[in-house]
């Protein structure tokens, strides 16, 4: 298997131990899980951190979700860092044209704050 559907067998796993009623999509599908209630999801994962610079040296985990090319196809993006085992739980319509959305985490400070307040936030899962 590659470290892609590990991930999402990993995404669908946690989501379920949450109550949230899931189903993973085959192989090249557009979007990998499916909600109970309609909600289609894309698991993104990092497995390398980079520095966000020589002199601030925070953790920067990178995502890509390159909705410049492909538009609104999913409700939400689940980012899995791997080094970390945290989650962000973000929704489509927060993330405008971009193609890779950025994390610093731990967060060094509020300017860097927009992701990490998605956090964990897999109630959003359940209400939109």
């Not at 999509?25 to 020589?54: R, W, Y």
């Amino acid at each position: 298997a590659k470290p892609g559907s590990e991930i999402e067998n990993l995404v669908s796993k946690k989501l379920t131990s949450l109550g949230i009623e899931n189903k993973q999509m085959p192989h090249l599908h557009p979007f990998d899980i499916m909600l109970g209630n309609g909600f289609k999801v894309d698991v993104k994962a990092c497995f390398v951190e980079k520095k966000t610079s020589q002199i601030q040296k925070h953790t920067m985990y990178s995502f890509a979700v390159s909705k410049k090319k492909r538009g609104d196809y999913c409700d939400f993006f689940i980012c899995y860092i791997a080094k970390t085992g945290d989650y962000f739980i973000i929704p489509n319509d927060q993330i405008n044209t971009v193609d890779v959305i950025y994390i610093a985490w731990p967060t060094p400070n509020r300017s860097w704050a927009k992701w990490t307040s998605f956090h964990n936030r897999f109630d959003l899962l359940k209400t939109g």
